[in-house]
């Protein structure tokens, strides 16, 4: 298996669940994040992490809780969410040279909708 | 917050037309990327820009980096039915800690 991948594809929870989002990369890259995609608005980067360690983290709600147990897997867990977090989540990966992160790419998203 | 102004926000073209689309800014880049977004899947990397007037092909795609460092463009020639979908400029900040800075998209649209 080649790129980013995410898992699921579509999820639909409630306000009360909690549920997570997997990503894992097969490039060999050490920088993993996360975006948010709502339409017709820019991408909003939500965690980034370098070598394993959150090196960004811009202003999310404390209802998004990520985690990165190794460079190649990314999970963001879900809790108490609203439905204005239905949206597209993205996961990139690219590599981290020494304060130059070269470009993104990123798995196919994992469509959220909160019910 | 920085932004990027990214325009059109959408084409409506004949097959066989060429496409151009830009991204603006005040503020200056070290990096600017152009993706491609198709439904139900994640951007797909096009085109990486790294210096200051540089013009970089990838097949009938064109994209160059702009001499101020505060704009790119990229043009989309011949265009056939699979270019449709959503273009998006993300640039990396000459100032910043590389976190990337994204245009709203443009959607590019075919008509039959």
């Known amino acids: 298996e080649t790129g980013v991948t995410q898992t699921p594809r579509h999820l639909v929870m409630g306000m009360t669940n909690k549920k997570s989002l997997k990503c894992e990369q097969h490039?060999?890259?050490?920088?993993m994040y996360w975006y948010k995609q709502s339409a017709k608005k820019p991408l909003e980067l939500m965690f980034v992490y370098s070598l394993e360690e959150r090196v960004e983290n811009n202003s999310v709600p404390s209802r998004f809780s990520p985690e990165c147990p190794n460079s190649s897997h990314l999970f963001l867990h879900l809790h108490t969410l609203q439905p204005e977090d239905s949206a597209l989540y993205l996961c990139a990966s690219s590599q981290d040279r020494g304060g130059a992160w070269d470009e993104q790419y990123f798995g196919p998203g994992t469509r959220l909708t909160v019910t | 917050g920085q932004q990027l102004n990214q325009s059109p926000q959408s084409m409506f073209i004949q097959e066989g037309e060429d496409v151009s689309m830009n991204c603006t800014s005040s503020?200056?880049?070290?990096?600017w990327l152009w993706y491609k977004q198709e439904p139900g899947e994640g951007p797909v990397l096009l085109i990486a820009l790294y210096k200051a007037g540089e013009l970089t092909s990838n097949g009938r795609l064109t994209a160059q980096f702009g001499i101020t460092r505060k704009d790119s463009f990229l043009n989309i020639s011949a265009s056939i039915p699979s270019d449709v979908g959503i273009y998006f400029c993300?640039?990396?900040?000459?100032?910043?800690?590389?976190?990337?800075?994204w245009g709203a998209g443009t959607k590019l649209i075919i008509k039959p």
């Open positions: 993300a640039g990396q900040l000459r100032d910043s800690n590389y976190q990337l800075i």
């Open positions: 503020s200056i880049f070290n990096t």
């Open positions: 490039l060999g890259h050490n920088a």
